[in-house]
């Protein structure tokens, strides 16, 4: 194991947490936020949930598959 394979592990395990915990909260993050209310305003509230629960998701998987060493980053 290298330096590299550690950061993987760490920077996918925390990615795949934050987004997780986006999940959880996307509606507080759609009303307490600005960026949360200009996406309601831009695309309806039931939209804007959709969305952001879509990226949240995407965030979740990406992380995961990071973690699990599937994505790999360009190692120089």
């Known amino acids: 194991m290298n330096g590299m ?8 395990t925390v990615t795949a947490l934050l987004c997780a915990a986006g999940l959880w909260s996307a509606r507080w993050f759609l009303e307490e936020t600005r960026k949360g209310r200009r996406l309601e305003r831009r695309l309806g509230p039931a939209r ?29």
């Open 48 to 76: 804007a949930l959709w969305v952001l629960r879509g990226l949240f998701a995407a965030g979740l998987l990406f992380g995961v598959l990071l973690a699990l060493g599937i994505i790999r980053p360009i190692e120089w």
């Open 5 to 12: 394979f550690d950061e993987r592990i760490l920077m996918g």
